[in-house]
């Protein structure tokens, strides 16, 4: 009888590439001629939030932008971004909060088994929290389902990670 194997699905990320990201974002605002002295904000919030205070709309956009590229050359997906809608700050200022996604929704832990098992791959999925453990005899097939959810990934509106695979 074979060793089953197994590797989990998750949607996490790297928190010190986070703070990283956020101090260069930082640091490029206040060197950058046209943002330099705006009084632009960029807080990380305990690993929660990312708040953008700045005093209109375009710098906002601009900052946003800077922030993205940051994120995707430090390898987190900005997937994890979900934008909260823009509202008026103090002083005449704009601010825009970004919640930072982690860990696997019910709703998505449960479309993803569901697409697993419409793909009659002979493996178990289940649901763990906030992760999918997917288990299986064979070492291919589970290839074969990191590869299917890789393939249907803009489906997730998650980054997904597979790790534990054993």
């Given at each position: ?61 601009n900052i946003s932008d800077i922030l993205q590229s940051k994120l995707i050359k430090r390898n987190i ?90």
């Amino acid at each position: 009888m074979g060793k089953e194997s197994s590797f989990d699905i998750v949607s996490e990320f790297d928190k010190q590439e986070l703070v990283n990201a956020v101090d260069q974002v930082n640091r490029e605002v206040s060197s950058r001629f046209d943002l330099k002295d705006c009084g632009a904000e960029i807080t990380l919030d305990a690993d929660k939030s990312i708040t953008i205070t700045v005093p209109d709309e375009m710098k906002l956009r601009n900052i946003s932008d800077i922030l993205q590229s940051k994120l995707i050359k430090r390898n987190i997906s900005i997937k994890i971004l979900d934008a909260q809608p823009i509202e008026n700050a103090l002083g005449g200022k704009v601010r825009r909060a970004y919640n930072l996604k982690k860990g696997l929704s019910q709703e998505l832990s449960k479309k993803i088994v569901s697409d697993i098992k419409d793909a009659k791959l002979k493996v178990q999925a289940s649901i763990q929290g906030d992760s999918v453990r997917v288990s299986g005899k064979d070492k291919d097939t589970l290839q074969e389902v990191i590869a299917l959810l890789r393939k249907n990934d803009e489906k997730y509106d998650y980054p997904l990670q597979f790790t534990n695979y054993r």
